[in-house]
C-alpha cells in the first residue's frame, strides 16, 4: 500500500496543504457537508496513512469509495491535481488487503452472478431488441450497448439503429457475446483481478473491427483509455455515438421531418465531457433536430456538474448519489425547460431516479423523434 | 464521549448527524494554520473534539447550544475549516457544529438587491446563485472556493475586490444567530436603523466565541457589465504608494487596486509568458456604464504623474483570472519538510504606511527567507498590506521559525501604527497584540463573552478566553 502513497505523494501533499479550493465542486461533499466527502479529506486521510499517523483500515477505505471520480476538482485545481486517480488505486489496494465496504463484496457476488452490473442477461435481452441481421459478424463497425440501456431504457439501442437507418449507415452491427460489460465498475470499485479477467475477453471479443460505437461515454472510455492503460490496447478506432454521427449528419444524411419546437437543456456527462473531452458533436446533433438551440446549464461543458451515477458511487450510496442528481435539476426547474437531453445512459438513469416526471431524453432518441 | 452523551445529540440531529469515528474528530481537528500545519509534520498529537454534527435548522442549532451549555460541553462552529488562525481548531472533548448542511438560499430579494443565506452556504454557491439573477457580491477572499458565509462573517474577511464592494461588514443588512442559552437572536432587514448600538457588528468578526450564526442577508451589486483593465510599473516603491493614496483620495473606486513588490510580481506573475517584474500596480475597474472607462481614465492620469510605465492591460487581466492563485501557493512550499509559509496581514492609514512597510520588510528579513508583499483594499484612509513569508529551516524547526516571525511582526506593526489583523482574524500567538490594540477594549470584550457565555462554551481559546476567562 505505501508504494502506492508514495507513488502519488505530490498529488497527496498538494491537496492536504490546499485551502480546500475544490471543495464546492465536488458533488459528494456538496450533500454531505462532511469534510470526509472533500478531496482535501480524502487526501488528507492518505496523507495520515503515508506519514504512519494512521492505519489503512476498514473506516479509512470506507472513505475513499465515497468519491465519485467526476474530475470536476481538477478542473478547480491549480496544480491539475487528481485526486481520484489516488483513490481509485487505493480502491484496489483496500480489496488486496480485504478492508473495503460490504457494499464492494455485494456488487462482487452480484457481477459474478450476472457477469454484468445491470443484473440482467444482457446478451439475451439484446437479441430481443434488434433484428436478428445486426447480429451478422461481417461488418466492420461495432457498437457496443450499453447494460444500462439494455436493461433501463431498450428503447435508445432501438432508436440508434432506427436513425442509422435513416442516414443509410448500414454497415454496423451490434455486438452480442459473453462478455457485454466492460466491467468499468469492477475497477472503480477497485476488483481488478474480475477486472483484468473481464477486459481481457471483452477486449479479444472487439479485437478483429475496425471502428467501436458506443451511446455509452463509460464504455468509450474504458475501451479507448481504460483497457490501454491495463494492457488491452484495442486497434479499432473508438467513438462515442455523438462522434459517430456527426460527420453523417454534416453530409446531410439526416433527413429532419420537422425540427422539435419543444425546450432542451442539455447536460455533459462527466465522462463524455472532462473525460473523453466530446462537447460539440452532441450540441451540434441537437441544433440540427431543435427549433431553438439547447439551452446550457451555468455550469456547464468542462465544468458540468456531476449527476452522482459516476464511479460506481450508487453502489456506496446511492440515496446520496440521487441527491445529487436532484441537485443538478435544481436548474432546470427554474430554467423551465421541458426536454433534458444528455449523452450518457448513466446521467439519464439518474436524473430518472431523481425525478420520475422529468422528461429526460438520450440524445439519440431525441434524433430518432424527428426521422 | 460517553454513549449518554451520543444518545443526547442523537435525539438532536438523529443518529446520522452526530459522528464520533477516528476518522472524522481526526479530520475536524484540524484548520489551514500554518503553524499546526508544520507541526504536524513531526506529531500526531493533537487536541480531538469528542464528536461532529451536522444541524439542518437554527431550533436544532438552538438546542445543541442549550444541551452544551448545560452541560459545559465546549463547542466550536465550523464552516469551511480553512482559517489561518486556527479559529475552528477545537479543544479536546468540544463538539465540533459543521454547518454546511445549513446552506440555502432562503430568499433573494431582487427589488431590494438583498439575499439571504444560511450561513454555511460556500461562498462560490452563493456567488453562483446571485450570478444566475444578475448579481453579485462582489466577496472575493483568496479562499473564496472553499469557505462559507458564516466563516466570512466570523472572520470579517475582506476579499480581493472589497476596494469596490468592501469587505464583509459593509455588505451585512441583517443576522441571525444563535446564543449560547439557545436563544435566537434576529437583528432588522433595514436600509439603516438607528436604534443603539450595531448588533450585527457584535458577531461580525466574533469566530465563534459568542454564538453561531445561522444566517444573513446581504446587500448585493449588479454583476458588472463592464471590466476593464489596466497596470503600471514604478520604479521607485513609495510613488506606487503615492499613487494609490491619489487615487482614493479622488474618490476612485477600483474593484482591485493591488501594489506588489519585485519578489511578489514575480510570484503573481510567475506563468505570464513576458511577466512584468518590479513594482506593479494592477487596477481593475468594473460597472454597468461608461464609469468604469471614466475612472480607469483618471487612474492613468494620476499614475502617470506619480513616474511609472504603462505596461498594458494584460499583466492585470491575468492577475484577475488568476486572482484566487495565492491561495493554492502553499500547497507546494508546504509539502516539502523544513520548508515553510506564512501570510501575515496588517493595515495602516496612509501616513503610516511607508514606514511601516519599510519596517516590516526590514524585522522580516533572514537568510534563505523570502519576503514578498503587496498593498491593496484602498481607501481615502489607508490601505492593506499582504506578506508572505517563505523558507527553510532544518526539519522540526519549522514551528519555531513560525513563531519568530511572527514575534517580530507583531511587535514591528504594534511599533508601526498597523492593526494587528486585516483580514484573517486572530490566532493564539496574537493575542498579547492584540491585548495592546484593543487596550480597555478587550475586557470590554470579555466581559461581554462572559455576560453572553457565562459557561465559557463557544470556542474556548479564541482570543484568549479560556472557560474561566
Redesign the interface.
Known sequence: MKPVLNQH??SI?????????????CPVA?VT????DTP??RQ??MH?VR?G??DFDA??AA?IYRCATCSLCTE????NNKPYEVMLDMRAEAVKEGIEPSEVEEFRQFYSQHNNSYGDNLQARIKTLLPEIYFAKSSQVIFVPSGSHIVHNPSVIQDTFKIFEAMEIDHVSCHVGEVMDTGAHLRELGLMEQYHANAKKLSEALAGYKTIVSGSPTVVYELKVMYPKFGYELTPKIYHVSEFLWPFVRQGRLKVRRRLTQKAIYHDSCRLGRDLGVYDPPRDILREVLAEPPAEF??NREKSECCGGQGAFPWIDQDASIQIAQRRLG?VY?SEKRLLVTACPMCERQFRLADEKLDVVDLVSVVARVV | MTAARRRELEEIFGADRV?D????R???SQD?TALS?VDR?HS?DEALPDAVV?PETVHEVSRLLRWASEGKVPVVTYG???SLRAATMPSTGAIVC?M??M?RVTRMDENSMIVTAEA?I????LQ?EL??VGLTLGHFP??F???TLGGFLATRSAGSLSTRYGPIEDMVISLQAVLPDGSIVKTRTAPRSATGPDFNHVFLGSQGTLGIITRASLRCRMAPATRTFAAYKFADWNDGVTAMRLMMRKGLLPAAVRYSDPPETARTFARMEDEPDGNVLVLVFEGHDRRALLEASIAAEIALSCHCTQLGEEAARHWFD?R??E??R??????EDGAYMEVIDTAATWSRLPTLIASLRDALAGEGRQVSLYVANASSVGASVCLTVQGHTPAGEEGKTLQAIWTAALSTIRQGGGTVSYRQGIGPWQIDALKEELGVGYDLLRDMKRQIDPNGIMNPGAFGFDRTS
Open positions: 505523494f505530490k501533499e498538494f491537496c492536504t496543504y490546499c485551502p480546500k479550493m475544490c471543495r464546492f465542486a456538496e457537508g462532511h469534510e470526509a482535501w479529506g488528507t486521510l495520515l506519514e499517523h494512521m473506516d479509512v472513505a478547480y485545481c491549480d496544480h451555468a455550469r436548474e427554474e | 459522528e469515528t477516528p476518522i472524522t481526526r479530520l475536524y489551514l500545519l509534520r500526531a451536522w469551511g475549516g480553512t459543521d454546511k448542511r446552506k454555511g460556500l461562498g462560490e454557491a453562483h450570478r444566475l483568496p479562499a472556493y472553499g469557505s488568476h484566487f492563485a491561495a493554492y502553499r500547497s507546494p512550499v508546504l509539502a
